[in-house]
């Protein structure tokens, strides 16, 4: 009888266990008590080979950002500041002290981004091209990060192999590789994975910024 006890109670303990790792989300206490309202960009570090990795980037975080209900800071006007300032290396940018950003722009908070991977590549009898990104949220008037997060998306996730044979496979792989280099599909997979990286739609993207009417309505459903 009492190995059965045991048993029962191992067994609870083990689910309660399980349930609570399922639902274990980011503390985002940091981010709610900046509660920031405009976030600058700055210039992506690029820790791969392809040039125009930065360019695409940028221009596509700042979407996500402004669905989230954020203002966000014409990537083309913080480009141009810094380089005016004698700054055109994205890591001197982020090296740049929180309060000299925030005496410049007057931004609530920084996102300083890095580039993992990007590009295509070709392996035996597949092609693909990844995005991959990490990035983090300053609060500039303490320097403070409020929230950290990474995504990674790729071409192959709705690929379908239509023909399985050793040929037919390497015939698809090779055309998609030409296709994706010629149509840059590098841009369209960067979208994606800021879109996961930074969205409020996402768990473990940032929380809703005051121009979305979803702003505070966790907090409100939850009675916080």
């Not at 029962?8 to 399980?18: G, Q």
């Not at 768990?203 to 907090?219: D, H, V």
């Amino acid at each position: 009888m009492n190995r059965l006890k045991q048993g029962v109670v191992m067994f609870i303990a083990f689910a309660l266990s399980a349930c609570a790792s399922q639902q274990a989300t980011y503390d985002d206490s940091a981010f709610k008590q900046s509660d920031p309202a405009s976030i600058l960009i700055l210039p992506p570090v690029n820790n791969t080979p392809e040039i125009i990795a930065p360019y695409s980037v940028m221009a596509q975080a700042a979407t996500p950002l402004a669905e989230s209900g954020f203002y966000v800071f014409p990537v083309g006007l913080v480009d141009q500041t810094f380089k005016n300032n004698g700054l055109t290396v994205a890591q001197d940018i982020q090296a740049v002290p929180v309060a000299k950003l925030q005496e410049i722009f007057g931004a609530d908070a920084a996102l300083y981004i890095t580039i993992e991977r990007y590009g295509t590549s070709y392996v035996v009898v597949s092609s693909e091209t990844r995005v991959t990104l990490s990035a983090s949220l300053v609060d500039l008037q303490n320097g403070q990060q409020i929230w950290q997060g990474t995504a990674t998306a790729s071409s192959a996730e709705n690929q379908a192999n239509v023909n399985n044979s050793l040929v037919g496979l390497l015939i698809q792989a090779a055309v998609s590789q030409v296709f994706e280099t010629v149509t840059d599909r590098g841009f369209d997979i960067s979208a994606l994975a800021t879109s996961r990286l930074l969205s409020a739609k996402n768990k473990q993207g940032l929380r809703y910024g005051p121009r979305s009417p979803e702003y505070r309505q966790e907090e409100a459903q939850h009675g916080q």
